[in-house]
């Protein structure tokens, strides 16, 4: 599985930005797919996650509220849509998708087996 990661940019605080995350040579069904991102000097972080059957959705509850993951079954495409951004909001963000996620790991890097490169997001405030 191969994963595309799209979007991102420069933006000020306030402003929203989406994020895309395809994939090619499958589909993501019967996957979970996840957002992550990584600010220089810290650690990976949670931002969300779908599970691509029945679209169940889970977020870092530090975002919730301004992050919206969404699929598009068509395109075979994750959204991750980011509204009121903040300076903190600024990183290198990555999908990933992985099969058999149980809920209790969504949160955790180590649960997913691809990853795509990471997209910057910038947020001047």
């Known amino acids: 599985v191969q994963l595309q990661a799209y979007g991102g940019g420069s933006a000020q605080a306030g402003e929203s930005l989406g994020l895309s995350c395809q994939t090619s040579?499958?589909?993501?069904?019967?996957?979970?797919v996840g957002w992550f991102r990584q600010a220089p000097g810290k650690e990976r972080e949670f931002v969300a996650a779908m599970k691509w059957n029945g679209g169940h959705t889970y977020y870092a509850d530090s975002l919730r509220g301004r992050f919206t993951i969404s699929k598009d079954n068509a395109e075979n495409t994750v959204h991750l849509r980011m509204s009121n951004l903040k300076s903190e909001d600024t990183a290198a963000y990555s999908c990933a998708a992985g099969g058999r996620i149980i809920q209790s790991s969504i949160r955790f890097p180590q649960a997913y087996d691809y990853w795509g490169q990471g997209t910057q997001v910038t947020v001047s405030s």
């Open positions: 040579g499958r589909t993501f069904r019967g996957y979970t």
